[in-house]
């Protein structure tokens, strides 16, 4: 009996090859496109050694910063996307600045321009004697940045709302470093420069 073969066997080769061929050539391109890709570039700002860091997730954030806001008895600078004073927990807030205000630190507040929801803060700041400013309108100011006393560093995703503060997830960070509250306070001061009260 003559033997069988599959019909199309052939054909089922070639094709069985072809992908083959067709998976080593796209390992092969990923390889080289890829290649180098594995450790990044590092970024060309400066790096700074010896600061203590702490995360600050979620429900974490807000008992930490008003811990340091009371303590403050140097310089508060905020720079806030929403900073929304409609509820009691961010009250709290304004009322600790302008408080502090009072008390002769220097408290400076930059807000976002085009949110609503500032307004009320902003009156409730400028009223109580914080020097309060809205950023340009060309410009969106989305920092989420509080610095105090010259060596405390808030900085992350937690706008100043009660969402942000009591219901959403948010990744923020608490830098301890006089170095790098320098930087950032240089920083917060030559985006000042370019606001309006």
């Not at 080289?32 to 995360?55: H, M, V, W």
């Not at 930490?64 to 806001?69: E, Q, S």
């Not at 969402?163 to 301890?176: L, Q, R, T």
């Amino acid at each position: 009996m003559p033997s069988r073969t599959k019909p199309g066997s052939g054909s089922y080769q070639v094709v069985v090859f072809a992908m083959l061929f067709l998976a080593a050539a796209a390992f092969a391109l990923g390889y080289a496109l890829g290649k180098g890709s594995a450790a990044p570039e590092q970024p060309r700002a400066p790096a700074y050694q010896g600061a203590q860091l702490y995360i600050l997730n979620d429900r974490d954030y807000y008992p930490t910063l008003m811990r340091y806001l009371e303590r403050s008895n140097k310089s508060i600078y905020i720079m806030m996307y929403v900073f929304k004073s409609d509820t009691d927990t961010i009250a709290r807030i304004v009322d600790v600045l302008v408080r502090k205000a009072k008390q002769g630190v220097d408290v400076r507040v930059i807000l976002e321009n085009s949110i609503e929801d500032n307004e009320l803060t902003y009156q409730s700041l400028k009223s109580g004697g914080v020097r309060v400013v809205y950023d340009p309108r060309a410009v969106t100011t989305h920092s989420k940045l509080v610095i105090v006393d010259g060596y405390v560093v808030f900085v992350g995703s937690h706008n100043f709302s009660y969402s942000a503060m009591m219901k959403n997830h948010e990744a923020s960070v608490m830098i301890i470093s006089e170095e790098i509250a320098s930087a950032e306070t240089e920083y917060f001061m030559s985006v000042l420069a370019t606001c309006s009260g």
